[in-house]
């Protein structure tokens, strides 16, 4: 079989979540990284011009882009024996998987995301406001449980295991703080654990160049906004 490989950027967690997914299903894969300060990489335009976003995973001339996609290939592809399955059997399980994982992705991040780079005093708080609402939901799915999925890690696991590493690198940057051990005790209980297992660890980016990247990015974002009259 030819060997999987994933067009990724070193410190997006989109990728990161499909490096994941590969080792817990035990399969090769090789990264190509783009270099970001040269532009986007013709290989990246080639694969996916509509999107012009990494990940891109390439399977044998197969090309699947935008990660909770790359996710599903991957499970449904690879499936079955003792390959390690991502999403539930039972249909209303999936469709719950898929649901929360969005909200992840829409509501978690884009809300956090959201409140660091709001400047004002007032629009951070209610950015972070916004954010812990969201936040709120997660903890009721995990509460109880030991990964989102049950015993084992699974789909939304995969998805939210940003939470893990990358929450507190934009809570650092964007001066604010989320994930509260006494507000969310169970989501703080599972992003502590879901970091230290050896497959999901061996792939988190060194924490200070993730911190030094978003931080540059969010300056680089306040300094081209407009100004407000």
């Given at each position: 079989?030819?060997?999987?490989?994933?067009?990724?950027?070193?410190?997006?967690?989109?990728?990161?979540?499909?490096?994941?997914?590969?080792?817990?299903?035990?399969?090769?894969?090789?990264?190509?990284?783009?270099?970001?300060?040269?532009?986007?990489?013709?290989?990246?335009?080639?694969?996916?011009?509509?999107?012009?976003?990494?990940?891109?995973?390439?399977?044998?001339?197969?090309?699947?882009?935008?990660?909770?996609?790359?996710?599903?290939?991957?499970?449904?592809?690879?499936?079955?024996?003792?390959?390690?399955?991502?999403?539930?059997?039972?249909?209303?399980?999936?469709?719950?998987?898929?649901?929360?994982?969005?909200?992840?992705?829409?509501?978690?991040?884009?809300?956090?995301?959201?409140?660091?780079?709001?400047?004002?005093?007032?629009?951070?708080e209610k950015a972070v406001e916004a954010a812990l609402e969201s936040f709120t939901f997660?903890?009721?799915?995990?509460?109880?449980?030991?990964?989102?999925?049950?015993?084992?890690?699974?789909?939304?696991?995969?998805?939210?295991?940003?939470?893990?590493?990358?929450?507190?690198?934009?809570?650092?940057?964007?001066?604010?703080k989320i994930l509260d051990a006494e507000r969310f005790p169970s989501l703080h209980e599972?992003?502590?654990?879901?970091?230290?297992?050896?497959?999901?660890?061996?792939?988190?980016?060194?924490?200070?160049?993730?911190?030094?990247?978003?931080?540059?990015?969010?300056?680089?974002?306040?300094?081209?906004?407009?100004?407000?009259?």
């Amino acid at each position: 079989m030819a060997k999987l490989k994933i067009i990724v950027s070193p410190t997006s967690f989109f990728c990161t979540r499909i490096e994941w997914a590969l080792k817990l299903k035990g399969l090769e894969y090789e990264l190509t990284f783009e270099d970001w300060s040269k532009g986007k990489s013709e290989l990246l335009l080639r694969s996916n011009p509509a999107h012009k976003k990494v990940p891109v995973l390439l399977d044998d001339g197969v090309v699947i882009a935008e990660s909770k996609v790359i996710l599903e290939y991957i499970d449904e592809k690879w499936k079955g024996g003792d390959l390690y399955p991502l999403l539930p059997q039972d249909p209303y399980e999936r469709a719950q998987a898929r649901f929360w994982a969005q909200f992840a992705d829409d509501k978690c991040f884009i809300g956090t995301w959201g409140a660091c780079r709001a400047e004002d005093a007032q629009e951070k708080e209610k950015a972070v406001e916004a954010a812990l609402e969201s936040f709120t939901f997660l903890e009721k799915q995990i509460k109880g449980k030991k990964f989102f999925a049950g015993d084992k890690i699974g789909y939304l696991d995969l998805v939210a295991g940003w939470i893990s590493h990358w929450l507190g690198v934009l809570e650092e940057a964007g001066g604010l703080k989320i994930l509260d051990a006494e507000r969310f005790p169970s989501l703080h209980e599972w992003a502590q654990n879901f970091a230290e297992i050896p497959p999901i660890k061996e792939c988190l980016p060194p924490r200070d160049m993730l911190v030094n990247y978003w931080t540059a990015l969010l300056s680089r974002l306040r300094s081209s906004a407009p100004s407000k009259l």
